[in-house]
């Protein structure tokens, strides 16, 4: 399930397993018919569901749908209607609860994270595929924000890293690192800054036995978790 407002506030829109309906916040009705995402030839219907939706900064009726086959689909929510599909650059799928779509402040550009391989996506809108790849992150990517303008994107990792990139080339430019894990960021407006929360590890502190004997979730391994902490990274330097 995901929630997401317009620009203007004036829709929001709710998905479900492979379905998206837009809502008129000020009379709370579904403002088309519910948008049913197309699958990839190659995929399973029934199992291709939505995974992670945006609203276009600069359209306020296109709307961004990421499918967990990878693909990423643009709609026109005032009409229902399909306006561009643009396909996974690999065959690596998405893990269906960790997933973020992001948009660039100028609309030109998206960023998918949560693929299995912790890599992300930067797909552009005009030419209508993936611009670049970028790999690096060795564990879940939990975040990813633009920079300044299009040509830059920052990501959050719970390998404890904070990487800037380029979106063309797909570069590696900076990267901030902490002893623990990033769990979110956001990037100060107008600069060159991006400020992160990070779980940092605390070697005086036991791991949490019932962790243990509950049999944890392997997604997430087990360490000596402090308090958190937040951090200004300069994305030029790091």
């Given amino acids: 399930h995901h929630l997401r407002f317009s620009p203007d506030g004036a829709n929001l829109v709710s998905s479900h397993t492979r379905t998206a309906r837009t809502w008129d916040t000020a009379v709370l009705q579904a403002t088309a018919p519910a948008v049913e995402a197309h699958p990839a030839p190659t995929s399973d219907p029934v199992q291709t569901p939505v995974c992670a939706v945006a609203f276009s900064p600069r359209d306020d009726d296109v709307l961004a749908a990421a499918l967990e086959d990878g693909t990423v689909q643009l709609w026109d929510v005032s009409t229902s209607t399909l306006v561009l599909t643009m396909a996974r650059p690999d065959t690596t799928s998405l893990w269906s609860w960790n997933v973020a779509l992001t948009w660039s402040s100028d609309g030109c550009r998206l960023a998918l994270s949560g693929r299995e391989d912790h890599s992300i996506v930067v797909y552009d809108r005009e030419r209508g595929e993936s611009a670049s790849v970028l790999r690096g992150h060795s564990w879940v990517v939990v975040q990813t924000v633009f920079g300044r303008d299009s040509g830059q994107v920052i990501s959050g990792s719970l390998d404890g890293k904070v990487r ?5 080339t797909g570069v590696e ?10 769990w979110s960021l956001v990037a100060v407006p107008d600069n060159d800054l991006v400020l992160f929360a990070s779980l940092d590890e605390d070697p005086s502190l036991d791991i949490d036995a019932r962790e243990v004997e509950s ?11 402090g308090y958190p902490t937040l951090r200004l990274c300069d994305v030029t330097s790091g």
């Fill in 164 to 168: 800037a990139w380029d979106t063309e």
């Fill in 173 to 182: 430019k900076a990267v901030c690192k902490v002893e623990g894990e990033v």
């Fill in 215 to 225: 049999g944890y979730h392997p997604l997430y391994p087990l360490r000596r978790r």
